[in-house]
């Protein structure tokens, strides 16, 4: 995998030039609209996450229509690339080279944003709130013009451990991980969070091009594993559970927050059994708008409406649209701190420069902040617990940081 992107990068570095020979400051601006970018899968292995691109576009679109950005529109033009880092790495050079657009928006998944992570700051094109939480999106110095979104995945993975180092101290761990930075970050920290208590008897990865984790999920049910972490996304957290059921393993089971969407928990419930699926843990830090206690709530009435209204054909039960809309609203309330003068230098800077009190979209309680020597903006989230077919928040927001 990391041999693979490294070619990729240098795929990539044989176009710089020509994506930023002859440009403007601002790219994609006019005095009247804004031409934003990304890559989503639409298709593949991941093709759960796609529909965070409708999302965002809807939540555009609404904001379009009550008065734009500083007087100008938002267009979003968004490619599927199948979750395959290669066509991630072509249609990002397409974006910036061919379609000019002004920066690059919420490249869905860590090998691809890490894919196309060079390019973007060699050609110094904002690369802004990727759907990644990798440790190497704070590389502020080497990297300053890309930003992930999502909480570190090492700091995720230490609240894991030391859940399980105050409850149960004596586990046997057995993972399952995706063999990328996103796999590779959850496991260190998890062995960080555990502080020496339980003990990791096995760890396996997977590539996102695998066609099942049937022999893996065998492997750690074999060596001894009372407890079983899903480090995956949200396909391979599906045929977990298939395979754990079929086995008859009943360990206690974390999954990754990538995919713990209700959509996907309840593809995996009717796939086995709700015995199966019950009292999983995980992290989560929007709002569920499929749990009545948020029903009347002003955000998720509001999502619903433009849901309504700019994506009749999409579901509002997929929480992956309500996620999409949660980091467009950050993408916008950057755009507009950036000011009317805008230049990449500009939104960079917004960027940088985060204090986010009010995303209606996050949990109560959550801020996003950034400097330019802090790039994660999620600092906190909260543990989740999987009961009677839904997520039930565990207490209060924990620190989520890198």
Do not use: C
């Not at 196309?116 to 802004?128: I, S």
């Not at 709530?297 to 579901?315: H, T």
């Not at 960027?351 to 801020?367: C, D, K, M, R, S």
């Amino acid at each position: 995998m990391r041999k693979a992107l490294a070619l990729l990068v240098v795929a990539l570095a044989v176009g710089i030039p020509s994506a930023t020979a002859g440009h403007q400051d601002a790219p994609g601006v006019t005095a009247t609209n804004v031409l934003i970018g990304g890559t989503v899968p639409l298709t593949g292995p991941a093709a759960a996450f796609g529909v965070v691109g409708p999302g965002a576009a809807a939540y555009f679109a609404y904001v379009n229509d009550h008065g734009g950005v500083n007087g100008r529109t938002i267009t979003y033009k968004y490619y599927d690339d199948a979750y395959d880092p290669a066509q991630t790495v072509q249609l990002t050079r397409q974006l910036v080279q061919q379609d000019n657009v002004f920066a690059v928006f919420d490249t869905i998944g860590t090998p691809n944003a890490l894919a196309v992570q060079p390019y973007l700051n060699q050609a110094k094109v904002p690369g802004l709130f990727a759907g990644t939480g990798a440790s190497a999106f704070n590389d502020f110095k080497q990297y300053p013009w890309t930003m992930g979104y999502l909480p570190s995945f090492s700091a995720e993975g230490a609240i894991y451990g030391r859940q399980i180092a105050k409850t149960r101290p004596k586990a046997k761990i057995g993972v399952l991980y995706e063999n990328s930075d996103f796999g590779d970050d959850l496991v260190a920290g998890l062995k960080k969070g555990l502080g020496g208590k339980g003990k990791i008897v096995a760890a396996l990865g997977y590539e996102p091009t695998d066609t099942d984790v049937a022999s893996q999920v065998s492997r750690l049910k074999g060596a001894g594993a009372d407890t079983f972490m899903i480090f995956a996304t949200p396909l391979f957290a599906i045929k977990s559970y298939i395979d754990m059921a079929k086995l008859g393993w009943k360990p206690q089971v974390y999954v990754s927050s990538v995919s713990i969407e209700p959509t996907i928990m309840q593809i995996a419930t009717a796939s086995t059994s709700p015995a199966t699926t019950a009292g999983s843990t995980s992290i989560a830090f929007v709002k569920d708008p499929t749990q009545a206690k948020w029903a009347k709530d002003p955000a998720v009435k509001l999502y619903r409406q433009i849901m309504a209204k700019y994506d009749p054909s999409g579901r509002p039960t997929d929480v992956y649209n309500f996620y999409g809309m949660a980091v467009a609203y950050t993408m916008v309330d950057v755009l507009r701190k950036a000011g009317r003068n805008l230049t990449r230098d500009s939104l960079l800077k917004a960027a940088t420069h985060l204090t986010e009190a009010g995303n209606p979209f996050l949990l109560p309680g959550i801020v996003l902040r950034t400097s330019p020597t802090d790039y994660f903006p999620m600092d906190q989230a909260a543990l989740f617990r999987y009961i009677g077919g839904h997520w039930i928040q565990q207490g209060p927001l924990v620190p989520a940081k890198s």
